[in-house]
């Protein structure tokens, strides 16, 4: 039944369209420099810095000047992206997949992401799941090593409140009288501090009610359930920053990080249809030509 569920939300979660356009775009003495996707073809020729080149087997743009850099890896740069899975081939329910995660992807300085397309591959649905399941362990692994404080912490005696409501909502029926009435005490007593309710104690010398005269309305009883009972850490730093920042910025660290990455996702999924010219020793900064 799990698999029928995931398999059914496969088609919602696939790319809608291709991921490579494969447009070869050209200096202005007609070179290629590397293929790139109908976005920044538009991008270039909107602004008039480059013309569309009409070819029956190919579509190429112009550039309408002369770059001030070129790619530093021309068979990955110039080479034809197929759009299928990198790891089996397959053609269907495809997503993208970040080789170096997205949790830290997102946290690198600007010069190791932008124009890098790089670490970015297609898996299959099936491909993806298994992938992303080791990639979550590795970085478990990882992240233990800087004991990362938890965003939130739990208020017990505000849980305590919403385990009684949530007792007394869906389980009243199961419990002994004495139960019911200890969970009655533990919500009453929470809206006598709000100030809705009296406090029986005031009126009962024994001071003991047992739960007589509390009458917790169905309104009371899904406020208790609907307590907020997480507390928001404010020296909170997530686990994904202590990484990145370990990284102190440093070119030789991270460029050793994000190999490390790439070598992961081979040995996991042992890819057979990566782009040609892919590599682990790839650059790692952009030079806004990739």
């Known amino acids: 039944m799990k698999e029928q569920r995931r398999k059914a939300k496969l088609p919602l979660l696939a790319m809608k369209s291709k991921m490579y356009d494969n447009i070869t775009m ?9 293929k790139i996707s109908k976005k920044k073809a538009r991008w270039y020729i909107s602004r008039n810095l480059a013309t569309y080149e009409p070819n029956t087997s190919q579509q190429f743009i112009r550039l309408k000047f002369e770059p001030k850099a070129r790619s530093t890896n021309s068979n990955y740069g110039k080479s034809e992206k197929k759009n299928v899975c990198v790891a089996c081939g397959g053609e269907e329910n495809q997503m993208r997949f970040y080789i170096v995660p997205y949790a830290y992807r ?47 912490t739990n208020d017990k005696d505000l849980f305590k409140i919403r385990s009684s409501g949530m007792a007394l909502m869906h389980h009243r029926d199961k419990m002994p009288q004495e139960r019911i009435k200890f969970h009655q005490q533990i919500v009453w007593e929470y809206f006598v501090q709000l100030g809705e309710v009296q406090d029986h104690n005031d009126d009962d010398d024994d001071g003991d009610m ?9 309104e009371m009883l899904q406020r208790a359930v609907d307590i907020e009972y997480r507390v928001e850490n404010p020296n909170h730093v997530s686990a994904s920053e202590l990484v990145v920042n370990s990284l102190n910025n440093d070119d030789e660290k991270m460029a050793l990080f994000i190999r490390e990455w790439r070598r992961f996702f081979l040995d996991t999924i042992h890819p057979r249809f990566l782009p040609e010219g892919w590599s682990v020793d790839y650059p790692v900064v952009s030079n806004l030509m990739d």
């Open 210 to 218: 047992g739960g007589e005269g509390m009458d917790l309305s169905k």
């Open 106 to 152: 997102q946290l690198f300085p600007r010069r190791y992401k932008s124009h890098i397309s790089h670490d970015v591959v297609l898996l299959c649905a099936s491909c993806h799941l298994r992938c992303g399941q080791q990639t979550q362990l590795r970085m478990n692994e990882i992240e233990e090593r800087f004991h990362p404080v938890k965003s939130h």
């Open 26 to 34: 050209l200096d202005p003495s007609g070179q290629t420099l590397n």
